[in-house]
């Protein structure tokens, strides 16, 4: 009960955390063992996934509201509930007297006994549980499938009711995990050999080459395979970006908003280490975590330059990669923290700000170079009608086909972006285009 109940008090920190600064810190879970720090990443991520939810439960068995608890009590009920009602390995007694022992130790006793009323209250009617029942049929929605009313208001308008409703049940399920073996470090077959010893279950991706759809990404941490630059964990649809930019050996390459850096990394894996990959972002703190992963990989080709990609200079390369800062609404189910972090606002100050990083990034392509963007958002507005936005402005740069480097599945009919969606293709949501500079 002890490491349980530390797995628990340990996400409640981390949520409480989040609502008070919006930042998800699972440095809190330093002090577990692995697996323990694994369970707290799902803990947080799933409460996070079924949010609105699960305070519509807690309105409904508490006297006391949702809007007027503290977060201290709002995240142990969370928490509580979830184990209840979703973690069917834990049993009743165990989800209530640790929620219960939480609360004491962190709020006192009377919090404490607070927290069994209401726990008992649902225990006892989880049978017949009431189901949300708003006459406004958005906030209907944004409560049953825990996502924020603006969201959900965009993508009913856009996509229908029934595949939004599919999109917000696939970012509510545990998401897809991708690992890349890294060629500079070993052959695929060998990294197949290892995965096959470490009983890992795999299936070989149809889309591009190294790339491996697995359940897990916990064995690759444990046995160090990550950290020794055997593989990297990435998104398939993640890797569409620096395949299309299709970086030759010898090239100059800038990567531009780069950290974390499994891009860089991928595209020094497709140069062969030969030729140079400046890497550029504005967070000194992130390049030093890229700084290290470029040496545990072998990417021996790539320079760090920190810096706002709008001031730096660099000069001209022959290909640009500019994955641009976005509201990341296709990484939902591993991000479950984003649809809380993002509203109207920020969504056009991310327009805005990759308008602006979008024309720098431009003026760094030489003549006949190539320039790629990308983000992993599913709006319009920081994707195709970016693009359109910038065309009109530059006359320069055409948009290149991409039906040679990608399937057409992931295709617009004119086969000039990629765009992925979870509930569709069983990936991140990502979207790319390949401009060549002409005159």
Known sequence: METELSERSVSVDILINFDENQRIEFSYADELETRERAQVREYVQNILRKRSYLDFLINEFSSVTIEEMKPGLKNILRLAIYDLLFQDSTPDYAAINEAVEIAKMKLGSKTGDLVNAIM?????????LP????????????????????????????????????????????????????????KPENFELRMEKMDVIFETSEWLPYYYKVDSVQPFIEKGLLAKGICQVQDVAAGFAPTILDPQPGEKVFDLCAAPGTKSIMMADLMQAEGDITSVDISNERLQKLAESALNYGAENIKIRGGDVREVSL????????????TGT????????????????????AVALQEELLEE?????????????????????ENMEQIEKFLEKYDN???????IYLPEEVLSEDMLSYQTFPHKHGCDGHFGVLLKRVK
Do not use: I
């Open 397 to 403: 740069f055409e948009l290149e086909p991409l039906d």
């Open 330 to 349: 296709g990484v939902l189910s591993k991000r479950a923290d984003l649809r809380w972090r993002r509203d109207q606002e920020g969504l056009d100050n």
């Open 131 to 186: 189901k949300p029942a708003f006459k406004d049929r958005n906030k209907l929605v944004a409560t049953t499938f825990s996502h924020p009313e603006w969201m959900v208001a965009r993508w009913r308008q856009r996509f229908g009711e029934r595949e939004a409703f599919q999109l917000m049940q696939a970012n509510n399920s545990r998401p897809n995990f991708y690992v890349r073996v890294n060629s500079l470090r070993t």
């Open 315 to 326: 000069g001209l390369a022959d290909a640009v990669l500019l994955d641009a800062p976005c």
């Open 120 to 128: 008992r209250n649902l225990q006892r009617d989880r049978d017949k």
């Open 361 to 381: 990034a431009a003026n760094m392509v030489k003549r006949g170079g190539r320039l790629v963007y990308s983000t992993c958002s599913l709006e319009p507005e």
